[in-house]
């Protein structure tokens, strides 16, 4: 006889931009669906829903994480970080917005908030010899990656006397479509 296993509901706190939340959910409820249908967080984005593209990540603890992979009960006591939350409160984050407009390193914008929330979180601590490996859990269909690694660039001050997005020696510009 196979029996059925029925999901239950349960109360989960966690703090989401800086602002508390408690939110009952099913335990069988992704965080993604959590964050962006009953939170209202617009900027996680669901794309392959499996964990390959990054257009859903979110900070989770200061590392990213894809949020269509964790379920919502995981995430007790968390500190979770949206691309709004990081990007529309701090100075950092209003560079990291200016460096994307600068190298107009976007096309339909679908992957951007993520790919921005990504990289705002490096630490730049050291110089980005590989700045596609930075990005590598993040996927742009319109193939913006030139601009956008321009844009991390600028960013983390790793142009190394080349402050114009320029990488590999190719212009953002030959890049973009009309
Ligand atoms: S939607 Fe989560 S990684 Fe693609
Ligand atoms: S700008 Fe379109 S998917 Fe990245």
């Given at each position: 006889m196979t029996e059925s296993v029925q999901a239950m509901n349960t109360t989960v706190r966690f703090s989401l931009d800086g602002k508390a939340v408690a939110v009952e959910v099913a335990t069988t409820e992704r965080l993604i669906d959590t964050l962006r249908l009953?939170?209202?967080?617009a900027g996680i984005r669901e794309s392959c829903g499996v964990g390959a593209c990054g257009t859903c990540s979110v900070l989770r603890n200061g590392y990213v994480v894809s949020a269509c992979l964790l379920l919502t009960v995981m995430l007790e006591g968390d500190d979770l970080v949206s691309a709004e939350g990081a990007l529309g409160s701090s100075t950092h984050g209003a560079a990291v917005v200016q460096a994307f407009v600068d190298h107009r390193a976007?096309?339909?914008?679908?992957?951007?908030?993520?790919?921005?929330l990504t990289?705002?979180?490096l630490t730049c601590s050291e110089p980005i010899e590989n700045v596609a490996h930075e990005l590598a859990g993040n996927f742009c269909r319109c193939g913006s990656y030139p601009r956008v690694y321009g844009a991390v660039e600028k960013i983390c001050g790793a142009s190394r006397g080349n402050d114009d997005g320029v990488v590999n020696g190719q212009q953002p510009e030959e890049t973009v479509a009309s």
């Open positions: 009953r939170l209202g967080t976007y096309q339909c914008s679908f992957c951007t908030p993520a790919m921005a990289a705002a979180s």
